[in-house]
Every structure is written in structure tokens, then in C-alpha cells.
């Protein structure tokens, strides 16, 4: 692709106050990245984060990207030392990725007062590194930090960083708005005076963004439109502060307004189901104002709107919704919603093309579940269970029906917290008592459920609920509110996510608990 679209998502993102990703957090999140088709995926910094450090070794056997590379992110040599001894730099090449981004101060400020070093000494160390990187079989990508404010201050200085990385043998130099502050204006005249000033074409510089003035999105936009050919973004615009260029703002804005091939055909149409599917990983509610990909983004009262609407949609719609797997509220049919539903079930491996039945109860099952607060975006083990319930022939039995499940919590005198669960099931005609403690209801439940069911299906043993997320959902309040949890469950192979929506906080655990069995079961007949 002649642009590069590079996603950081799984690092600057996870700045955000409120996200913790999990190893498993972070596959996920890289597989949709790279469905959604960007063309690289920062990683984390190997070395400085243990979970990083085993997302990246954890991504050679658990990862086929289709579309996208891996990128380990770092910092230059420290000062004093040389590259190849420098163990930092050592654990950016032992991550093994083909692309290696390095942060790199570009604002002599900083040099002097938080490296503590000299501006000399600085170029030095952007030299080595980069020329180390390229020797070793890497492409090389450099970050200048505080790009823009040094640039201002010293644009001597900023510019030389530029030129000698670009002269090591970076691939592209990234000018980073670090503290946010730009704007659109500032962006253009700051790429023009690069050039010309270092002689590196806008096409081998990139640009970062943050958010601080709410002109992240725009301060990319007017960068590309400046000759600039790299853009970082991350997700639904995760980051520190108020975060980074969304990623699929700039992506939209760039190949539906300015006509730029930056996606590989048929990707864009996938920006909102990833969208809200990233955001239940990050186990953040999905910005329903969010541009293109808000699930108001393209939503219109009733009067005015919904008059011109009827006679062109387009009179109302800056794009056609459909192009980046939107709808229009109040014009959603039912074709468009057995369309997305024959899609991803076809992505699950299920064709619904010759069931029109099953695709019609199906549809509005989840019509019917999503308007209660269910999401299968994030879930597709309970989608595909729902589907498979509902297909003739599939043969689909669940492996164990309920009978009554009970959960007691007990504060004791001392301060422990026990809780114990006592499930009666009926497996294979025979019915089944079993009674378990567990650090908490949840556990409790899991492990009660597990000790009924492990003697018919010694599978069990190798299944572990990796992570649990619980969300209140909007427009309920207190602790009378509907609570919607998501299971991530794996058995050392392979990770499948559940969900569960309830009043009751157990009953929805419990709802996707048996979920995440019965799908783990049915996977390893």
C-alpha cells in the first residue's frame, strides 16, 4: 500500500486511564486490527513490559496476520552506550518483529533536561540505533517526541534528528504532537518547512497525534494532505489524556472524502462491527456519538429528516452508513439485518444462504437480545452457539440441562469472604449433585459446575476462565441495574469469548459460564 497505516492501539492506546489489556486481551485485539486491514500493529515494548514481552512471543505461533506486520516499540541507546549492547535495544530485535519503531527525542529541551545528555550525543544515539536495526534485517521506524514543540522552539535542531535518522537508514521518521497542542494550520506549515529545510520528502515522514485540542483526526488529516503518507492511530481514539487520532475517523475520512486508497478493498465496511468489538475487549462503553462508527452516527428523529430521508437517505447522510458497516436508526430492515447476520455466520463457518427460516428466526433473536442489552460483537462463541441451536441437521445438544443452581457468600467474624455454589445438573440421563467454594460467586459457580460435569467430560480439565468483565449498562442505574458480563475462557490453545445479560449479576455469570462449556465442549468432540 502506498500509505501506511499503522495502529497503536495495543501500546500509546492502552495509555488510556480505565484500559488493562491481558495477553489474550491483546491477540484479540491485533487479530481485528488486522482484519480491519491497517498495515502495522505496535505491539508493546518488549523488554520494559512483561505482558508485552509474552504478547510478542505468544504472537509467532498464536497470530496469522493477513494483512498487517508486527512492530515492537522502544527507545533509542541510552547515552554512553552503544546499540549492540544497549539490553533494551537487544529485547526489540530477540521480539523478532520485521518492523521496529523507536522513540527518540526531538526537542533539544528535552535532550538536555530529561535525557540529560547533549544534543550531539542525542543524534549520536539515534544514529546507532537506527543503523544497528537496519543491520540486524529490520525495517526502522523513528519516533521524534515533542516533534512540533521543539520544532518551534529550535527548528535547527528538530530538523537535524530528522535528516540523521533518515540518513541511518530509517524507513519513516514520525513528527509526534506529543502534548496535543497543534492544530490543523500548525500541522501544514510544519511539513512544508521540514522539507524543505531537511530535504526528506513528505512521503518518508509520519505523523502522531494526540487529542488535547480535540483536532487530533483533523491535525492527521491536513498531515497526509500535506504529502505525509504514514499516519498513527490507535482504536475509537484510546490514549492518554484525551487520547489519539481515532483510527477509523482518519481511515474514513481518507478514503471516502479524499478518495485515497489507505484500506485493502472490502476492509472499511468492517469499521463498526470492529469498533464495538474492540471496545468490549477494552471493557469501555462504545462512544454512541463516535463519527462513522457511533451507533448515533447516523441516527435521525422523526419529522424533517425522516421526510427527506424517505424520498433520498443521502439528503441527510454526509456517506452512505453501509460502506462502513453502519445503519440509519430509523431505516435499519429487516434484509440489512439478515444480511450483517448470513455474514458473520458464513465468518464462523455456518452458511445460512440456503436456511431462509433459520437466517429470519435468528435475526430477530439477536434484534430481540441486543435491544435487552445483549452484544455478540465481542462474543462470538455465544452467537455461533445461538446459530447452531436454531440450524436443522446441526444435531446441536446441549451437553447438560439445569436442574437449580445455589450461591452463598459468607463473611466470617475473622474477615474471610467464602462463597460456596451448589449446582444439581442432569448429564447423559443421570443426574448429578455437586457443591464447590471459590475465591467468589463466580468461581464458586465455575468450579461447582466443573466438578458435576468433569467425570462425563474429562475435557474440562484443560478449560480456564482467562477474564471476566462486567458492565452496567446505559440507562439503567443502582444496584437494580442490568448487568451484562463477558467470559473469556481457554484451554491453552485457543481463547472464546461468552456473554451474559441479567438483572441479576450472578444469573448473567452464570448464563455465560455455561456458554463458554458448552462451546469448548462442542469444539473439542
Known sequence: MEYQVFDTTLRDGGQREGISYS??????????????????????????????????????????????????????????TTAEKDPQVKALLDAETPVVCVVAKSDIRHVERALRTTGDENLAMVRDTVQHLVASGRRAFVD????????????????????????????????????????????????????????????????????????????????????VKHFQCTANGYGERPGNADLFAVVSNLQLKLGLPVLPEGCLEKATRVSTALAEIANIAPDTHQAYVGAAAFAHKAGLHASAIKVDPLLYNHVDPSVVGNDMRILV????GRASIELKSRELGIDLAGHPD??????????????????????????????RGELPG????????????????????????????????????ERVIATA???????????????????????????????????????????????????????????WTTVGVHENIIEASWVALVDALTYGLAETK
Open 23 to 80: 495477553v489474550a486481551d491483546k491477540l484479540a485485539v491485533a487479530k481485528l486490527l488486522d482484519e480491519f486491514g491497517v498495515g502495522f500493529i505496535e505491539g508493546g515494548w518488549p523488554g520494559a513490559m512483561p505482558k508485552d514481552t509474552e504478547f510478542f512471543q505468544r504472537a509467532k505461533t498464536e497470530l496469522d496476520l493477513k494483512n498487517a506486520v508486527l512492530v515492537a516499540f522502544g527507545a533509542t541507546r541510552k547515552a554512553g
Open 144 to 227: 521524534c517526541e515533542h516533534f512540533f514543540d521543539g520544532f518551534r522552539y529550535d527548528p535547527d535542531y528538530t530538523a537535524s534528528v530528522v535528516k540523521t535518522a533518515i540518513d541511518a537508514g530509517a524507513e519513516r521518521v514520525v513528527m509526534c504532537d506529543t502534548n496535543g497542542g497543534m492544530l490543523p494550520s500548525m500541522i501544514t506549515k510544519a511539513v512544508t518547512e521540514v522539507v524543505e529545510r531537511t530535504g526528506v520528502p513528505a512521503g518518508r515522514l509520519g505523523i502522531h497525534c494526540q487529542n488535547d485540542t480535540s483536532c487530533a483526526v483533523a491535525n492527521t488529516v491536513a498531515a497526509v494532505e500535506a504529502g
Open 358 to 387: 433459520t437466517l429470519s428466526t435468528v435475526t430477530r433473536k439477536v434484534k430481540d437480545l441486543e435491544a435487552g442489552g445483549w452484544s455478540f460483537e465481542a462474543a462470538d462463541a455465544s452467537f455461533e452457539l445461538l446459530v
Open 394 to 429: 446441526e444435531g446441536f445438544a446441549r451437553p447438560f440441562g439445569l436442574e437449580t443452581y445455589r450461591v452463598q457468600v459468607e463473611h466470617r467474624e475473622d474477615g474471610a469472604v467464602v462463597s460456596e455454589a451448589t449446582v444439581k445438573v442432569r448429564v447423559n440421563g
Open 437 to 495: 467454594e471459590g475465591n467468589g460467586p463466580v468461581n464458586a459457580l465455575d468450579e461447582a459446575l466443573r466438578a458435576a460435569l468433569t467425570a462425563h467430560y474429562p475435557q474440562l480439565k484443560t478449560f480456564e476462565l482467562t477474564d471476566f468483565k462486567v458492565r452496567i449498562l446505559e440507562g439503567t442505574h443502582g444496584t437494580n441495574a442490568v448487568t451484562r458480563v463477558l467470559l473469556e475462557t481457554g484451554d491453552g490453545e485457543r481463547d
Open 333 to 336: 430492515t429487516e434484509m440489512a
